[in-house]
């Protein structure tokens, strides 16, 4: 049997309709805020992603020849895809633009729970201006977004790149070695991380003093621990997301990201219940733009991994109710089978969600489908019922039967 690629999934239709209903609260969320949405390829030109991150990250990454002998990636994220679509198309428009988008993405990454080939990525980009406001919406955004889907545990952690990126530059780093040391501390690897700062010949207490600013969790106090002005933006967009009633965030200057286009805030959130691969948010703000052939612009952005917020929903209970259809209709014998075709198609048309036996199922069996599609009502089409210009409707859940006329059908439904 062949199965879907390693670190893939399908989803069936109960799945896929949650995925939906969830997916219409993020965008309907991002719409409030004004954004809107976009949609760029899959596949990109792979030098889109290797121009910011370098050909590391094809590690990473779906990369191969096209039958052109171009070099194509699937897409591993979608900022450096907007930035292009930005670039290319929408330069000249009055800024900010604020652009949402919901799609597939694709990293060749070890799978386990959480963490797939392909996955799902709900996410915004405010193009246009590096200030707290900007940042302050894009926080509120997703602050909104993991609410509104209801999830009850979670945190939001805001950090500043520049305070890790100016100690590893007053440490004497030079520019191009700073990921390499950025990726081992944001994921705490401090063993790793030792050993190459010391060969880049920095002192122990200065190491210790890096070390020390990623571990440093809180509240407002943690800002004396920074330069002022890192801390002043800081204290600036706390002040401004309290305004606008965010308040469960904390600063973690540990807050690093694993992605190296970020420039100022940075910020991700987490869901306790997910154990290692507890990230449901990432983002910060950022300027990619003068890469790809534009102007300089900074922007603010986030991804929400979807499949990892629906896990984290799932794991807290949050219970799903597939809609199923609103009439089954069955016909009581072979004969009726185009008068209910019919009945059928007069529901249709009125926008009720019908479905009909064309198993040629008997009537007991057909009754049994009705329940398996969840419907509300079956519309029972007979011989005698048809000489009357009628139709027995049965509550499903009640049970209780009684009979209409078809001209009367749509309307007692409704
Ligand atoms: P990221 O942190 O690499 O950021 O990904 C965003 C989110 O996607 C993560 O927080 C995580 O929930 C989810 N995710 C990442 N990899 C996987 C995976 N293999 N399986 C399941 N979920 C995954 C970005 O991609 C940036 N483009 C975010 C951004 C937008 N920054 C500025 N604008």
């Known amino acids: 049997m062949i199965q879907c690629p390693r670190g893939t999934r399908d989803f069936l239709p109960d799945e896929m309709e949650r995925r939906r209903y969830y997916e219409s609260i993020l965008r309907k969320t991002a719409v409030t805020f004004g954004f809107r949405e976009i949609s760029t390829p899959i596949f990109e030109e792979t030098e889109l992603f290797t121009t910011r991150s370098g050909p ?21 994220e979608l900022t450096a895809p907007v930035m292009r679509m930005f670039v290319n198309s929408m330069s000249n428009e009055p800024r900010p633009l604020k652009l949402f988008y919901y799609g597939q993405c694709f990293r060749y990454e070890r799978p386990q729970s959480g963490r797939y080939r392909e996955f799902f990525q709900f996410g915004a980009e405010l193009i246009g201006n590096a200030n707290a406001e900007t940042d302050a919406e894009a926080i509120a955004l997703a602050a909104s977004m993991i609410r509104a889907l ?9 950090g500043h790149i520049g305070v890790l990126r100016d100690l590893l530059n007053n440490a004497g780093i030079a520019k191009d070695r700073m990921p390499e040391i950025l990726q081992k501390l944001d994921k705490k690897l401090y063993d790793e991380a030792r050993p190459l700062l010391i060969d880049m010949n920095v002192d122990d207490d200065v190491i210790d003093n890096i070390f020390k600013i990623t571990e440093t969790v809180g509240g407002k106090e943690v800002l004396d621990l920074i330069s002022d002005e890192a801390a002043a933006y800081l204290k600036e967009l706390i002040d401004i997301l309290a305004v ?7 600063i973690d200057l540990g807050v690093v990201r694993g992605l190296d286009y970020y420039t100022g ?16 948010c990432g983002g910060g703000s950022y300027s990619l733009s003068e890469l790809f052939g534009g102007e300089k612009v900074f922007s603010t952005g986030f991804a929400i991994g979807f499949d990892r917020i629906l896990l984290a929903l799932e794991k807290e209970g949050g219970k799903f109710e597939n809609k199923g259809v609103d009439v089954y209709v069955v016909p009581v014998s072979d ?4 008068d209910a ?4 198609s007069m529901l249709r048309s009125n926008e009720i969600i019908a479905d009909i036996d064309i198993m040629r199922r008997k009537m007991a069996k057909a009754m049994k489908q009705a329940s398996e599609v969840k419907a509300k009502y079956a519309v029972i089409v007979g011989k005698n019922e048809l000489n009357e210009n009628s139709v027995t409707v049965r509550d499903m859940s009640t049970g209780d039967q009684k009979m209409v006329k078809i001209s009367d059908l749509v309307r007692s439904l409704k």
């Open 56 to 76: 590391n990250i094809l590690n990473e990454i779906y990369a191969f020849k096209d039958k052109g002998d171009r070099d194509i990636a699937l897409r591993p």
């Open 150 to 158: 209801g999830l009850k545990e979670y945190k939001i952690r805001i």
């Open 244 to 250: 606008m009633d965010v308040n469960d965030v904390e």
């Open 265 to 280: 805030i940075v910020f991700e959130a987490e869901a306790p219940s997910l154990g290692a691969e507890k990230q449901i």
């Open 335 to 338: 004969d009726v089978r185009p």
């Open 341 to 344: 075709a019919k009945i059928v």
